[in-house]
């Protein structure tokens, strides 16, 4: 099977502590893959390490079939990241956002994408409003327009349903399936356990740094042992790893 993305023995440390310890796995085309664990688990490090915002401190990430380590421009262009807190250029209106992140990537038919996009995350009409003018749940639909807009066919995304509404949740829910279904991979990092229930093929949960359970729900479940097992819920699982693995004292 060609992946899209593959991760191995990557590990990330800051001074003594260790953020992320030998985390290997990989993402296929079409595949959603949640990436969950207690506050202080990794899981951002992990991520802006996938991004390349984050140089890991050993391992390998490959992109696409391109090594981030020394094919990093390429990698970058296979990939968009959606972090948890929007960052924006308070001059640029949403338009210009568009069109800069256009030239970034090359972008040729970028008006046209813009516009669909703009429709896709309810933000036609306000094509000539600045960041500051725009709400919490508004600036991560633009984060998110500006992410897909070069059609990405690895997405790595940090809690994106954070301050979305009811009704944008579902769009962002229903946004998220069609990519995968056209054949992007997802890596989605989110404490709402029933959207990663709900959205995620298998999942990678992680404690303190390390690895702790990979694979579907069904999977992951058959490899647990004791009452109720087999029928747990992921909030069940998830209290069950990672209070075996001692996550709630992991590293920030």
């Known amino acids: 099977m060609d992946f899209l993305l593959r991760v191995a023995g990557l590990e990330k440390r800051y001074g003594d502590v260790k953020a992320v310890q030998g985390v290997s796995f990989s993402v296929a085309p079409g595949e959603v893959l949640g990436l969950v664990g207690p506050n202080g688990a990794g899981k951002t490090s992990t991520l802006r390490c996938l991004a390349g915002i984050l140089p890991p401190s050993a391992g390998r990430v490959v992109v696409a079939g391109y090594d981030l380590a020394t094919d990093a421009v390429e990698a970058k262009r296979q990939l968009a990241f959606l972090p948890d807190e929007p960052r924006f250029f308070e001059y640029l209106t949403v338009w210009e956002h568009l069109n800069f992140t256009a030239r970034l990537y090359g972008v040729e038919d970028w008006e046209e994408r813009g516009r669909a996009l703009l ?134």
């Open 119 to 252: 429709e896709e995350m309810e933000l036609s009409g306000k094509e000539k409003s600045l960041p500051g003018e725009l709400s919490r749940g508004m600036k991560q639909k633009l984060s998110i327009a500006c992410g897909f807009l070069h059609s990405p066919r690895l997405i790595l995304l940090d809690e994106p349903l954070t301050g979305l509404d009811p009704i944008g949740i579902r769009r962002m829910k229903a946004s998220l399936r069609r990519r995968a279904e056209e054949g992007a991979a997802l890596v989605l990092s989110s404490h709402l356990l029933p959207l990663v229930e709900e959205l995620c093929h298998r999942l990678l949960v992680i404690a303190g740094g390390r690895a702790m359970a990979l694979g579907s729900l069904d999977e992951i479940r058959a490899r647990l042992s004791g009452p109720g097992a087999e029928q747990a819920s992921l909030e069940d699982l998830f209290v069950r790893i990672t209070s075996a693995a001692g996550g709630e004292k992991s590293s920030p």
